[in-house]
């Protein structure tokens, strides 16, 4: 409504300025650039002057066409404003003014908005001034994804060979690829090193970049470490985003093959398990290992030979060969193996060995082996002599045995053999025990021992003191000889042992005594029998049991009989109370009960001949009562 009633007021100032040829002086002022991230406000700052006040000011704003033409979107007027319709920007922007600034904001911008935008300050004259600034939008991209190659290279490949692809997207501007081998940038070099870098432009107008890293590899690269690296521009900055760091796998043929022993560990015995290994400094897959035993042509296509239960033969040079099935290059390295042995124990003489009582004896023991042995003799488990060499100045029945030589490896724990040794003195016989031994027994026979050393084996003769020969067994022992005599005993005498060989005889004397035999005798009771005396035999007593065992046996029964007396007292007496067998109080002796009630019990004594029949009830009864 007022736009009318101003018009002629404007108009006329505006030709009274002409008429005086006044000109209004108009400045604006902008940055040459705006950044900011996708997604974001950018907001564009004109700044302006003018003389003629901000009554009658006109902003406009502006973007430039790739044709370089204008496209306004925005106009501000005295009394009216608006955004153009139908523009990039009708619905994301606003305009503030406050003073002399005119700030565009453009709401959640993208790429396509890095445009040149330009401000138009017009007064009420014709003069008028325009500012430009750069709008930038910046994208960060996605993490780098980096793919190395999933088969091996080979050193010998003449030409680059593929190592990894690098991506990277949606980034704005372009990001910047770069290849790194360990921590060492990677830049075109000819038939070395070739990175090829691949841009597309998504339909966001984002950036996606491919990069692809080609070279002739070494065989240091087996333990290289690739990455990529993305440089990008952030408002204000520059970023770097590192990938995952890969590996690749390299081919190359060795220069050198070891081969060891795996177990065991530190010398070897025979019968022990040999385990041998064998590997090479290089790496290629077309390839054929094998392990070969020289002195027996005993092979096998591995990288490990196992060999059991090893004897000495086994020992000597294992060799390894790495054969390449391309080229049929071939190439090889040798270990020497020791198998140590310790043969059976041989002694000299041999088995056994007879010396005279009173001579030297003297034996040696041997085993061959291929290390140091030590030798040790025992006899009944007990260290007697150490060395090789058994030697007894002068032998005595006592040195006569089985000897045992046991040979062993310091060295090498479980080596260990032995043999045994029988030595046998000559001279004459020697009884074991005493000269005169004294027997005495309750038997009508008894058996008599006699064990006898010496060599050779004595002959026992056995013969009584009245002259007679007894038959007996006889049994050779390991030093000796044994001999057992079954003896019927009629009175007392004398048994002698006669042991003898070619170097003399021994005697030893056995008086037997015979001991009389005792009876005592008890009494004893039954409820249903008669009971009469029984004669207690004593246990008989073996030639090795002594007088007073027997003594103390005796003493025994006759104590449990003496008991017995007593306890058969206590039960009279209790009967006689009539505290047992039914009775209490005073009882009728002349009251009789049916002959089907009565049960009799009879006893006897050594003493009386008297008989008390005793019924049920505790009635005296006279035996004709019965």
């Known amino acids: 409504m007022a736009l009318p009633d101003t018009a002629p007021l404007l108009v006329g100032l505006l030709l009274l300025f002409h008429a005086f040829g006044a000109w ?66 009708t619905h994301r922007i606003s305009l503030n003014v406050s003073g002399t600034a005119a700030v565009l904001a453009i709401r959640d911008v993208g790429v396509r908005d890095n445009l040149e935008f330009i401000c138009v300050i017009k007064t009420l004259t014709p003069e008028e001034a325009e500012g430009r600034t750069q709008l930038k939008v910046f994208k960060s991209p996605t993490f780098p994804t980096i793919e190395a190659v999933e088969t091996g290279i080979s050193v010998n490949e003449e030409a680059p060979s593929k190592i990894g692809s690098c991506r990277v997207k949606n980034g704005y501007p372009k990001p910047n690829i770069t290849w790194y081998r360990n921590n060492m940038p990677l830049r075109n070099t000819p038939r070395e090193v070739v990175v090829t870098s691949r841009t ?125 099935t391309d080229n049929f290059e071939e190439i090889s390295g040798s270990t020497k193996v020791s198998v140590n042995y310790l043969e059976s124990a041989v002694i000299t003489p041999k088995d056994s060995i007879a010396v005279m009582e009173g001579e030297e004896l003297k034996a040696s023991c041997n085993a061959l082996s291929s290390l140091q042995t030590s030798t040790t003799w025992f006899k009944n488990e007990k260290l007697v002599s150490k060395g090789n060499t058994l030697s007894v100045k002068s032998a005595t ?30 001279g004459s016989p020697q009884i074991l025990g005493p000269d005169v031994q004294e027997v005495e027994t309750y038997e009508t026979t008894v058996n008599l021992t006699c064990s006898a050393t010496g060599f050779p084996a004595p002959t026992i003769m056995w013969t009584t003191s009245d002259g007679k020969n007894l038959n007996a067994l006889q049994t050779e022992t390991e030093d000796g000889a044994q001999s057992v005599v079954t003896f019927k005993i009629t009175s007392n005498v004398k048994v002698f042992c006669n042991a003898s060989n070619d170097f003399g005889s021994k005697v030893v004397e056995f008086n037997i005594k015979t001991i009389v035999h005792t009876t005592p005798t008890t009494t004893t009771t039954t409820s249903t029998n008669t009971i009469t005396d029984d004669t207690v035999q004593t246990p008989t007593k073996s030639p090795n049991i002594k007088k007073e065992s027997k003594g103390f046996v005796i003493a025994i029964i006759i104590i449990a009989i003496f008991l017995l007396a007593i306890l058969g007292s206590v039960l009279y007496f209790l009967y006689k109370k009539g505290r047992i067998c039914g009775r209490s109080g005073k009882q009728d002796f002349s ?31 006279q035996p004709n009562d019965q």
């Open 24 to 89: 209004a002086i108009v400045e604006v002022n902008m940055e040459d650039k705006v950044e900011v991230m996708a997604g974001e406000t950018a907001q564009i700052t004109c700044m302006f002057t003018t003389d003629e006040g901000l009554g009658g000011t006109t902003i406009q704003w502006f973007y430039v066409l790739p044709n370089k033409e204008r496209q306004r979107i925005y106009n501000k007027e005295p009394m009216h404003e608006a955004a153009e319709q139908n523009t990039l920007f």
């Open 591 to 621: 009251k009789r009960k049916s002959s089907k009630d009565n049960i009799v019990v009879e006893m006897k004594s050594d003493n009386t001949e008297e008989a008390i029949l005793l019924g049920v009830n505790g009635e005296k009864q």
């Open 200 to 324: 597309t432009i998504e339909s966001s107008g984002l950036f996606s970049v491919q990069s692809e890293l080609t070279m002739k590899v070494k065989k240091e690269d087996k333990d290289a470490v690739f990455y990529c690296e993305v440089i990008y521009v952030v408002p204000g900055a520059t970023k770097m985003t590192e990938s995952q760091h890969i590996n690749i796998t390299v081919y190359y043929l060795p220069t050198e093959v070891n081969i060891w022993v795996e177990s065991p560990k530190g010398n070897i015995k025979e019968g022990d398990t040999l385990e041998l290994r064998c590997d090479n400094n290089g790496n290629y897959p077309s390839s054929i290992t094998t392990i070969k035993h020289q002195n027996s042509e005993y092979s096998v296509e591995n990288k490990t030979m196992v060999r059991t239960n090893v004897k000495r033969l086994d020992g000597g040079v294992y060799e390894c060969t790495f054969l390449e």
């Open 397 to 426: 029945l006592e040195t006569a045995g089985m000897y045992k030589c046991v040979v062993t490896v310091p060295e090498m724990e479980g080596m260990k053999t032995s043999s045994t040794l029988q030595v046998n003195v000559k």
